[in-house]
């Protein structure tokens, strides 16, 4: 166990600080968690003024989606995995999957960063569910 604790304050002082747990690493899992949670906010602000395709207002003012409807995590160097969770108005909305595109589509033409996407409606949120 010493060997091994040298070793890491070694690798520290040679400029390795991620190396060494509990120093270096937590500043940069930091920095990765802010930056996914502004991405996050970004994600969110393009979405919330998507027209409802079937009411005059704003996926955001029907409460379709929220800001804790959209998670962003890094899956790589500078690319990031965007999920959504979306809350269609009705149980039985027949335009579930086209809100489903409008949130695909939109977020493929605006987002600047390289991403992949999932789109989900949010679990109990769609009497789809109940044909399964």
């Given at each position: 166990?010493?060997?091994?604790?040298?070793?890491?304050?070694?690798?520290?002082?040679?400029?390795?600080?991620?190396?060494?747990p509990?120093?270096?690493?937590?500043?940069?899992?930091?920095?990765?968690?802010?930056?996914?949670?502004?991405?996050?906010?970004?994600?969110y602000?393009?979405?919330?003024?998507?027209?409802?395709?079937?009411?005059?207002?704003?996926?955001?003012?029907?409460?379709?989606?929220?800001?804790?409807?959209?998670?962003?995590?890094?899956?790589?160097?500078?690319?990031?995995?965007?999920?959504?969770?979306?809350?269609?108005?009705?149980?039985?909305?027949?335009?579930?999957?086209?809100?489903?595109?409008?949130?695909?589509?939109?977020?493929?033409?605006?987002?600047?960063?390289?991403?992949?996407?999932?789109?989900?409606?949010?679990?109990?949120?769609?009497?789809?569910e109940?044909?399964?």
């Amino acid at each position: 166990m010493l060997a091994l604790g040298l070793l890491w304050r070694a690798l520290g002082s040679a400029g390795y600080a991620d190396a060494a747990p509990g120093r270096g690493g937590e500043s940069e899992r930091a920095a990765a968690m802010a930056q996914e949670q502004e991405r996050a906010l970004e994600v969110y602000d393009l979405i919330r003024t998507i027209r409802d395709p079937e009411k005059p207002n704003t996926l955001e003012e029907l409460e379709v989606v929220s800001e804790s409807c959209v998670e962003v995590a890094e899956i790589g160097p500078g690319e990031s995995l965007i999920t959504i969770r979306f809350t269609p108005t009705v149980p039985h909305c027949s335009l579930a999957t086209l809100i489903g595109l409008c949130l695909r589509i939109k977020l493929q033409r605006c987002l600047p960063f390289k991403h992949k996407l999932e789109i989900y409606i949010a679990e109990g949120a769609h009497s789809i569910e109940e044909d399964r």
